[in-house]
């Protein structure tokens, strides 16, 4: 990549950055396709997160993902707001078009991505989602707008899973549901897409279900925890002879979703797999 006055800046806002995988995904594709654009992380503190986006606008930075702790009050600072991001209550991509900053959220997208490259259709699916936190919603919204006939959200506590069910209710016409049980093998009968969406495994061996339980029908489940890459939820899943989904395929869908919203280029299944290859070459 040859970096000269012409070169545009993408960037990543969060704290910590350090662990970000978006550079890798971003300055490979950049260089791919052949867009004198380049990737690069700030580290912006809580509070300064005002003067980050001013910052922004000031350098007419072409384009930027935004990352724990902002997503949600980066929403103040924008001009425009995606209808979908709107409804998750948090930005993870922003494009600045002439000076205007419009904010997206490409989280729940490249869940759904994932599933739609694995073949599936969506329409009609009844789907359960454990967990009720922001990832939840992001994926929650997405698979509502890709006309899933139910999402039941299974949490330990009642609030968040109770906000996302109401608001869910509130702007789709799907059937939407919680509980705060644990789950059976029974509440599986009537289920066809299972996702983690909790950070149970991350890290440790644990599973967001009881690894003895074996459903009556086939799943497809899914984890959105990338570390490890084998949890226990997907071993669990690949034990019981179903089709998998794993964190690290949202987590570098994401990202090639909000490449298309800076740049129009749709990435193709070749990038998705050198992407993939890269991240696990990476953590071995
Ligand atoms: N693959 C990707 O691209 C990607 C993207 C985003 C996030 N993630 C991963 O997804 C996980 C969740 O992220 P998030 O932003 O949604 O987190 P979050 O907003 O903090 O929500 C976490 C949810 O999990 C529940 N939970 C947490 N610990 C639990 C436990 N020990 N037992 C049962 N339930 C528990 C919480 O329940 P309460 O409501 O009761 O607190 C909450 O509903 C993290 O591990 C994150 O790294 C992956």
Known sequence: MKINSKTKTVCLLGHPIEQSFSPSIHNYLFEKYNKNYTYICFDVNPGDLKKGIQGLRALKIFGCNVTIPHKVDVIRYLDEVDKNAKLIGAVNTIKNEGGILKGYNT?????????????????????????????????????ASNNVELIEIRNRSEERAKNITLMLNENFDIKVQYSTKKIETADLDSIDILINTTPIGMGTSECPIDESIIPNKKLLVCDIVYKPHDTNFIKWGCKNG???????DMLINQGLEAFYIWTNINPTKEDQNAIKKFYLDSIK
């Open 107 to 143: 989280d729940g997208k490249g869940f759904v991505k994932s599933i739609l490259d694995k073949g599936y259709d969506l329409k009609g699916k009844k789907v359960m989602i454990i967990g009720a936190g922001g990832s939840c919603r992001s994926i929650a919204v997405e698979l």
């Open 242 to 248: 179903f089709d998998t989904i794993y964190g690290i």
